[in-house]
């Protein structure tokens, strides 16, 4: 009968222990989505009012790196070289993006994204992406979300295929073509060209500025509009 009993106390015990680990399991795990989605919306919340300027076509210079290019053949160049992880890329491009936007809209210069995806898995899927973008002619307004949302840390796991679609989404890109394109990693050879173009051209970090096929230098210490604005228009 004390047998019975300890054994029957001892089953009593392990149902409590593993319905206590059970417990802890699930709370982790619940914990874990809800902080990934709380992380997600807080920072797709920095699209909240973003205004997309509307489609741009672009085509692919398969002779210069495989970039996303527009306005080719006309007198001056801009070739820009980033990849969307890179904290310093954001800085070039909270500092000058609106202007490149008008050179390009405007088109009053031929302008090359070379959209790289040296700094991990993360690189290559929002570089998968951009293309992705590219094809639905909206990828100006795409380019300036993801800088927008950039995490400050590398391959953080927040830019996964469903964060990538909904800043598509965001921007005004809904079609099944691009939520298809990003989760099946259609644009991985034109990734690939891009990362390629590196070596091609001497580029060795980002971002990267050739003007009219020339390097372009800065003289100072941040990404001063004036000085990126005299450098393009030859002042």
């Known amino acids: 009968m004390a047998k019975q009993q300890a054994k029957?106390?001892?089953n009593v015990t392990r149902w409590i222990v593993i319905a206590m680990v059970s417990l802890v399991v699930v709370t982790g795990v619940v914990f874990s989505i809800f902080s990934?989605?709380?992380?997600e919306s807080a920072s797709l919340a920095a699209l909240d009012g973003f205004e997309p300027k509307g489609a741009v076509v672009s085509t692919i210079d398969v002779d210069n790196g495989s970039a996303i290019t527009f306005n080719p053949g006309l007198?001056?160049?801009v070739d820009i070289w980033e990849d969307p992880q890179c904290p310093v890329c954001k800085y070039f491009e909270d500092a000058n993006n609106e202007y490149i936007d008008s050179l390009i809209r405007e088109k009053k210069a031929t302008v090359r994204f070379h959209v790289l995806s040296f700094l991990g898995d993360e690189s290559v899927r929002a570089a998968n992406?951009?293309?992705?973008?590219?094809?639905e002619n909206k990828y100006i307004d795409f380019h300036k979300a993801l800088y927008r949302v950039q995490s400050p840390l590398e391959n953080s796991g927040?830019?996964?295929n469903e964060t990538l679609v909904a800043i598509g989404n965001k921007v005004g890109i809904t079609s099944e073509k691009f939520t298809k394109c990003v989760n099946d990693g259609q644009k991985i050879e034109l990734v690939k060209a891009n990362y390629d173009s590196m070596q091609k051209y001497g580029v060795q970090g980002t971002p990267t500025v050739f003007i009219d096929g020339k390097l372009w230098e800065r003289k100072s210490s941040d990404f001063n509009?004036?000085?990126f604005r005299s450098a393009v228009e030859g002042n």
């Open 8 to 10: 029957s106390g001892d």
């Open 36 to 39: 990934q989605n709380s992380k």
């Open 75 to 77: 007198a001056k160049t």
């Open 129 to 135: 992406a951009s293309f992705c973008a590219a094809d």
């Open 158 to 160: 927040f830019w996964s």
């Open 225 to 227: 509009l004036d000085e």
